[in-house]
């Protein structure tokens, strides 16, 4: 069974910086695309960005562009968000997906494969 499972979140302060991991198992991954996404409280779900297994290629959104960073550990099936200068705004549950349709990612719709999230909090 594919799994995929997020951890790294918590609460931290605004201009503070965190990374939250996303451990994938249960099945083969090469020539997929792993994304983040993140929903605040009351808001639709946001696409942030996503990584090729091979790490060769990255896409990110322009609200989080310069401020986030995805990166991969696939001998370690593990995908990486490093998160800088966050701002109360960034406050909400983060949650990867994996895909082998990049655009399909992207949009966020019948994604193969979600985590459970993991909750962010800034404070101010």
């Known amino acids: 069974q594919v799994q995929l499972v997020e951890s790294g979140g918590g609460l931290v302060q605004a201009g503070d910086s965190l990374r939250l991991s996303c451990a994938a198992s249960?099945?083969?991954?090469?020539?997929?695309?792993l994304g983040w996404f993140r929903q605040a409280p009351g808001k639709e779900r946001e696409f942030i960005g996503f990584?090729?297994?091979?790490?060769?290629?990255?896409y990110y959104a322009d609200s989080v562009k310069g401020r986030f960073t995805i990166s991969i550990d696939n001998a370690k099936n593990t995908v990486f968000l490093q998160m800088s200068s966050l701002k109360p705004e960034d406050t909400a549950v983060y949650y990867c997906?994996?895909?082998?349709?990049?655009?399909?990612?992207?949009?966020?719709?019948?994604?193969?494969?979600w985590g459970q999230g993991t909750q962010v909090t800034v404070s101010s």
């Open positions: 249960g099945g083969a991954f090469s020539g997929y695309y």
């Open positions: 997906a994996a895909d082998r349709n990049f655009s399909t990612l992207r949009a966020g719709r019948r994604v193969d494969y």
């Open positions: 990584i090729s297994w091979s790490g060769g290629t990255t």
